[in-house]
């Protein structure tokens, strides 16, 4: 049986990674990262940064992406339950503008591969939530770009339980026919 299941989404190369969890009476194991593994399955990029946020319920980030030193990200939540948005800016792809929205929870222990070339977000539907994504490059605010979170177009469903609480900066992104974008 393998370690880790791949799971397609709507997006080719954003896909759900479901890994194999040993469970006793004491808790749980699984691995949530091994290279081989990982490479098997498509992700051969080198992560060089994590990242761990805590957000409370209706807590919107994104959606963001960096121009300049893109980043992949492998995300995962550790503890409540998001759901998780990627978005395609690649203007030469046949899902360019085009989102895929998956639940990830501290129970699920999936996780999402969120290629180069996407933007990324996610709402927080439970009391509060832990999320850990690994990237493929480092933070660069200077390249860093946001996408609008509510643009009408890119038609994402977020599953809120109230008005959501974003950052000015998250306020103030671009719509999809404004945004700078990948070609």
Partial sequence: MDPIKKIPTSLPEVFILEPR??????GFFFESYNEKVFAGLGIRERFVQDNHSRS???V????????????GKLVRVVEGDVLDVAVDLRRSSSTFGKSEAVHLSGENKRMLW??????????????SAHVL?????YYAPEYERTLA???????IEWELAGEPIVSAKDQRG????????FE
Avoid: M
């Avoid at 969890?21 to 004491?26: I, S």
């Avoid at 969120?114 to 009391?127: E, L, N």
């Avoid at 671009?174 to 974008?181: D, T, Y």
């Fill in 21 to 26: 969890v040993f469970g006793d009476e004491r």
């Fill in 56 to 58: 409370a319920q209706n």
């Fill in 60 to 71: 919107l980030r994104g959606l963001h992406y960096q121009i300049k030193q893109t980043q």
């Fill in 114 to 127: 969120i290629p180069r070339g996407f933007a990324h977000g996610f709402c927080v539907i439970s009391p």
């Fill in 133 to 137: 994504y690994k990237a493929t490059d």
């Fill in 149 to 155: 979170w509510n643009d009408p177009d890119l038609h």
């Fill in 174 to 181: 671009s719509f999809l026919r404004n945004a700078e974008c």
